[in-house]
């Protein structure tokens, strides 16, 4: 896979996430969303990275205030991203290593990640934006005021500017149309690119799948509207 990206001049943002259930500090059901066991996290990153020496821009976790078990903790979260962060610089000093991007835009949950060492140890801070309605359209969730109220009350204060990247974004063409999720996507994009510039804009997913009509393709892969606008 890593191959027909290259060839195909795909630019690839791994994501490290979760933890095996013999690695993880938890037992039963929910052990993968457990923390890690810091030594075996390490070593896990290590080997990730080694492998896949080309990839240059990481993610650590997905949904860290959402997938982690018993519940969601910032402290915890925040001692696997410096390992990784770490970890990762010692074997390729340039690359890029983000936070999990969170559920929404969760500036409670980063705010206190981001304490005690956490600024210092990411480049990017990741996060998911789902409004169900246009990026304008709600009031209470607009992106670009969502993404102003992240850098500057939330980031800036903590150390100064970092890249923000939208790992996750999406509308649902069955719900909306598929003009209608071609002009939503596209108005995030600018929207993300005009406010802070923000360097990756991700939209989930490439391809319809049970999950739902968000894919930029359907199911037999052939384009929606979408597709040419993103």
């Known amino acids: 896979a890593m191959g027909t990206h290259r060839r195909n001049g795909v630019q690839v943002v791994g994501m490290i996430a979760y933890t095996s259930p013999w690695a993880s500090t938890c037992g039963g059901a929910d052990a993968q969303f457990c923390k890690p066991n ?3 996290w390490k070593n896990y990153v290590g ?4 492998r896949y020496g080309d990839v240059t821009h990481w993610e650590i976790w997905n949904e860290p205030n959402h997938f982690w078990k018993p519940s969601p903790n910032p402290d915890e979260y925040r001692e696997i991203l410096v390992a990784a962060y770490d970890t ?6 340039n690359a890029k290593v983000a936070s999990g991007g969170t559920t929404y835009i969760d500036n409670s949950f980063i705010d206190s990640f981001l304490d005690n060492g956490g600024w210092e140890h990411l480049d990017a ?5 789902y409004p169900g309605v246009g990026p304008e359209s709600d009031p209470n969730n607009r992106l670009r005021d969502e993404l102003l109220k992240l850098e500057y009350n939330t980031i800036v204060p903590h150390g100064g500017l970092k890249e923000i990247w939208i790992t996750e974004m999406g509308w649902q063409s069955d719900q909306i149309g598929l003009e209608a999720q071609a002009n939503v996507i596209s108005r995030a994009t600018i929207i993300a690119r005009t406010v802070n510039e923000a360097p990756i804009t991700l939209i989930y997913n490439l391809r319809d799948d049970p999950t739902g009509s968000w894919g930029l393709l359907k199911n037999n892969f052939q384009p929606k509207p979408a597709y040419n606008y993103y």
């Open 38 to 40: 810091i030594d075996h």
């Open 47 to 50: 080997a990730v990275a080694r």
């Open 88 to 93: 990762i610089k010692s074997i390729n000093p």
């Open 125 to 129: 801070v990741a996060v998911h934006y």
